[in-house]
């Protein structure tokens, strides 16, 4: 018995850029692998749910609820709608050429319509992200789509749409604009086209995707199935910093972490280019010798070149937490230390009280205040997020600090970026190179049993429901062992020598 053709929606290409074999796995997956549903996700939905409603009901003009309809009446009171000509559709239904899409709001334009979808997060990427200010490429293929839909019945006010975002403001997607200076043709309707044609030949069967380790993996639902099937097949993203391009590149030569480690590698290596294309002697070198540490039985970390880790005098360990979707730094966390003495070692926190402006000022100014009063300190973080979310305070924020002030509090020998200065330099037996997973190698463990940014964020939103103090107290623990995890792979790392 034949298939029915699975219609592409919206929520397929948002996967598809993410993982192209989430796709695969909501499709044809079994669902009796499936893990539960994190509380992280949960939030997402609930919080999406309500600033949507917030949204509607204050949208300030009549419009056209289809809400309560669902499949093909929701779809024909649509198309009703758009040929009476309605000003503001709100949850509307088309269908069309292997499309399905939802859109939260189409509202006339001239003589057609434009697709507006509301977000519970920025209209652009922001603080932290590579294209900070750049149109965010998965909202944008969710806007074509909707798009085309309208383009397939002659109603399309142009190829244009909105994102409707946390900060209520109406973000302009124009999906023909080139999204660099390099190449005019990137825009975000080809980046939909490519993404359309590439899950098409996921749902026919067409084409064959396979899962990889990723940062991503963390939130789905498929993460225990997938990671299952790269340990059992000896993926080679179970490498660090090996992900799916690179592994889609070597794969066809060296399928396997095994098979790359045994490799005479340079056959493939010729001056500084080798036979993979965007991979590098030095990287393909590299690679080859975390393959050849992972294997190895009882494999211990090395440095690839001397480092000059900062002195054992007076540490200040330190580690924010923040809540992206309210824009909001709401912890500023501190693990002090004095000449390597685990005695002296303390915790030292500046939580925003409430979820506002001013309690956030509040506490940026206590931890600037606190790292003024230790001058003399070093300060170890963690990769270049504490910098850049500081920069983004001291201009929110002028009469705490200056960017000047922040730029120079984070300049060696001041600063120490733990990740970058050394981790980066040096090689570990293990999957990833975050904190939490070195840490847990040398034998930390911490105290919650679902450790991560995004149960951070998680439990923050339970607290503003519910201001329960044993909730705000495990955020304050998670982030003191956020701090004592950089000391101890810092320790581990001032034991460590040059080469494997």
């Known amino acids: 018995m034949q298939e029915p053709k699975r219609l592409i929606t919206a929520s397929m290409l948002y996967n598809h850029l993410a993982c192209p074999h989430r796709v695969a796995m909501d499709a044809f997956g079994d669902w009796r692998l499936r893990d539960a549903v994190s509380p992280f996700v949960e939030m997402l939905w609930a919080r999406g749910s309500k600033y949507e409603a917030d949204v509607i009901a204050a949208v300030g003009q009549p419009y056209l609820d289809l809400s309560a309809l669902k499949g093909d009446e929701k779809e024909a009171a649509t198309r009703a709608a758009i040929a009476r000509g309605e000003t503001l559709i709100y949850n509307g239904r088309l269908s069309g050429d292997g499309l399905l899409g939802e859109p939260d709001l189409l509202r006339r334009e001239g003589d057609g319509y434009v697709a507006i979808d509301i977000k519970s997060g920025a209209g652009e990427e922001s603080a932290g992200e590579e294209d900070e200010g750049k149109l965010?490429?998965?909202?944008?293929?969710?806007?074509?789509?909707?798009?085309?839909?309208?383009?397939?019945?002659?109603?399309?006010?142009?190829?244009?749409?909105?994102?409707?975002?946390?900060h209520g403001e109406e973000v302009r997607y124009d999906l023909d604009a080139p999204l660099g200076k390099r190449d005019p043709s990137d825009t975000l309707w080809a980046r939909y086209r490519a993404a359309r044609y590439e899950v098409a030949q996921i749902l026919e069967r067409q084409a064959r995707s396979t899962p990889a380790a990723a940062t991503v993996c963390k939130q789905c639902v498929w993460r225990s199935a997938c990671l299952a099937q790269v340990k059992a097949t000896d993926d080679l993203t179970l490498l660090p910093e090996l992900g799916r391009s690179k592994r889609d590149i070597l794969a066809p030569e060296l399928p396997t972490v095994h098979a790359l480690a045994a490799a005479d590698v340079g056959g493939y290596i010729k001056g500084t280019k080798t036979a993979f294309p965007g991979i590098g002697a030095d990287t393909l070198r590299r690679l080859q010798a975390r393959a050849q540490l992972m294997l190895r039985p009882g494999a211990t970390p090395y440095f690839r070149d001397p480092v000059d880790l900062p002195p054992v005098g007076l540490e200040l360990f330190f580690d924010i937490e923040t809540d992206p979707l309210r824009d909001l730094c709401y912890l500023h966390g501190f693990v002090v230390r004095q000449n390597g003495d685990a005695a002296t070692e303390k915790f030292v926190a500046f939580f925003a009280e409430a979820e506002t402006v001013a309690a956030e000022r509040d506490a940026f100014a206590a931890a600037w205040d606190f790292m003024?009063?230790?001058?003399?300190?070093?300060?170890?973080?963690?990769?270049?997020?504490e910098p850049t979310v500081y920069r983004k305070l001291a201009e929110k924020y002028p009469e705490v600090c200056s960017r000047n002030e922040v730029e120079a509090l984070f300049e060696p020998p001041r600063s120490f970026d733990l990740y970058f200065d050394a981790v980066k330099r040096s090689e570990w037996p293990t999957m990833d190179y975050s904190v939490k997973t070195l840490a847990k190698f040398c034998g930390f463990h911490w105290r919650d049993t679902d450790p991560s940014g995004a149960s951070s964020i998680q439990w923050f939103d339970e607290w503003v429901n519910t201001r329960d103090p044993a909730i705000r107290q495990r955020i304050l623990d998670y982030n003191e062992d956020d701090c004592v995890a950089m000391r101890v792979v810092l320790d581990r790392m001032r034991g460590m020598g040059v080469g494997a």
């Not at 490429?137 to 946390?166: P, S």
């Not at 003024?372 to 997020?385: D, E, T």
């Open 136 to 166: 965010k490429v998965h909202y944008g293929v969710q806007v074509a789509l909707y798009t085309e839909l309208l383009t397939q019945l002659g109603v399309a006010a142009g190829r244009y749409g909105y994102i409707w975002d946390v």
């Open 372 to 385: 003024r009063q230790h001058p003399g300190a070093v300060i170890v973080y963690y990769s270049k997020y």
